[in-house]
């Protein structure tokens, strides 16, 4: 991969000596930043594949520069840090593809280790792409065979262009709403006093509810009936919430699902949405607030 290059951004000088000290004793090229922006300067000067973030600075937050990053180095890997524990910042980093998010003080061991993955999980996607190219290569010929055929489209039923461009127009949005009339949702929660209401609550506004009592439960009904999303509770008796969480997103990666919980924790929202979650809400949850999360993941999972 040639050099492997980290860039750490923080304002406080003695972390990110020590993080530096460490992580080039692990033999990676290893750059300092004091605030964002130079950070945001060194990202126009220079390329790298890790960045290590602090949250919270003086001048631009954390998660602009992680904004920033994702939109200029798709490829690139961030991984936030703060000594601040909001759950709302960890879910916001999380929702903007951060790899992770740690809690100060670490152990810089863990850091370690997790740099350690994140290089060979890219080492493991470039041999990936490098097959697929592979593949392409050898099928090339056969593609160009069959796309130098072109076949003529008419459009006799259609007098001119604009209304045959409204027509399809309608197509797709009566399409879209009818999906939406036929949106499908799992409550997945051992607690009947918090399920039984919200089912009874969503039916009455018209949307399908499936409810389980269980992680064991909801992947059997999941086998049965289609959904598409999930709302899933944390803690639950015989499988966990999280356990649920990626055994869903591995069998049924369009299934959208939204964490619920009764005690909020940094580390478990972090957790929820690096295995997958949509989002992650506390109980007492407002209808409304169900209703367009619920809707909102449902776009996303059409426009995929």
């Not at 890790?50 to 180095?73: H, P």
């Not at 097959?131 to 076949?151: G, I, L, Y």
């Not at 007098?159 to 197509?171: A, G």
């Not at 036929?182 to 919200?198: C, G, N, Q, S, T």
Request: hydrophobic share 40%.
């Amino acid at each position: 991969m040639g050099r492997r290059r980290i860039l750490i951004v923080d304002d406080e000088l003695a972390l990110r000596e020590s993080l530096a000290g460490w992580l080039e004793r692990d033999g990676y090229d290893v750059e300092m930043a004091s605030g964002s922006k130079e950070a945001l300067k060194r990202l126009k000067d220079a390329r790298f594949d890790i960045f290590i973030v602090d949250v919270k600075m003086r001048e631009i937050s954390g998660i602009e520069i992680l904004k920033q990053v994702n939109a200029n180095y798709p490829n690139a890997t961030v991984i936030m840090m703060t000594a601040y524990g909001s759950i709302d910042k960890a879910i916001l980093a999380m929702k903007n593809k951060a790899y992770d998010y740690l809690l100060k003080p670490f152990d810089p061991i863990d850091l370690s280790l997790m740099i350690k993955k994140i290089f060979q999980e890219k080492e493991n996607a470039s041999k990936h792409r490098q097959a697929e190219e592979h593949v392409k290569n050898r099928t090339d010929n056969k593609r160009k065979v069959a796309q130098s055929k072109s076949v003529p489209v008419i459009f006799d039923d259609f007098p001119n262009k604009n209304q045959m461009l409204s027509t399809v127009s309608l197509t797709q949005k009566n399409s879209i709403d009818f999906e939406k009339k036929d949106l499908k949702i799992m409550l997945v929660d051992d607690e009947k006093r918090f399920i039984l209401p919200l089912k009874k609550r969503l039916s009455k506004r018209g949307y399908d509810i499936i409810t389980a009592n269980n992680g064991m439960d909801a992947l059997k009904k999941l086998k049965q009936t289609s959904v598409q999303v999930v709302f899933l509770d944390v803690v639950m008796p015989f499988m966990a919430g999280i356990e649920t969480l990626i055994e869903i997103r591995n069998l049924y990666p369009n299934i959208e699902v939204i964490m619920l919980t009764g005690k909020a924790s940094l580390e478990d929202a972090v957790k929820c949405l690096k295995y997958g979650a949509a989002d992650y809400l506390m109980k007492p949850t407002d209808i409304e607030e169900i209703i367009q999360k619920a809707e909102n993941a449902f776009k996303k999972e059409v426009c995929q």
